[in-house]
Nanobody, 125 residues
Framework: QVQLVESGGGLVQAGGSLRLSCAAS????????MGWFRQAPGKEREFVAA????????YYADSVKGRFTISRDNAKNTVYLQMNSLKPEDTAVYYC??????????????????WGQGTQVTVSS
């Protein structure tokens, strides 16, 4: 069983920054690929970013490329999402997710085995 707990969300003005954190339980965190997704009211959950278990590769949605950075610290069982130049359209609940290694595409919701409870990010104009 893996438990994921997100933190760091909040209210920020457009152009500002936030850093989300996701703390994971489990001794094998370093073997999981990790992803961030978001869901705005009335919309489907969408991919934001993902990172492989060894930080060898990262992936980003086109809408956040160049503004968001995903990283992880396996010693702390934590994955981060640094969000810069935030826009009102980034407003959503942000979720982290763990992929236990089935080798599925990182941008798919169905590729992930465990999910956190989400943290709200609100960007005002």
């Amino acid at each position: 069983q893996v438990q994921l707990v997100e933190s760091g969300g909040g209210l920020v003005q457009a152009g500002g920054s936030l850093r989300l954190s996701c703390a994971a339980s489990g001794r094998t965190f370093s073997s999981y690929a990790m992803g961030w997704f978001r869901q705005a009211p009335g919309k489907e959950r969408e991919f934001v970013a993902a990172i492989t278990w060894n930080c060898g590769r990262s992936y980003y949605a086109d809408s956040v490329k160049g503004r968001f950075t995903i990283s992880r610290d396996n010693a702390k069982n934590t994955v981060y999402l640094q969000m810069n130049s935030l826009k009102p359209e980034d407003t959503a609940v942000y979720y982290c997710a763990a992929d236990l290694g089935r080798g599925l595409p990182p941008a798919r919701v169905a590729s992930y085995d465990y999910w956190g409870q989400g943290t709200q990010v609100t960007v005002s104009s």
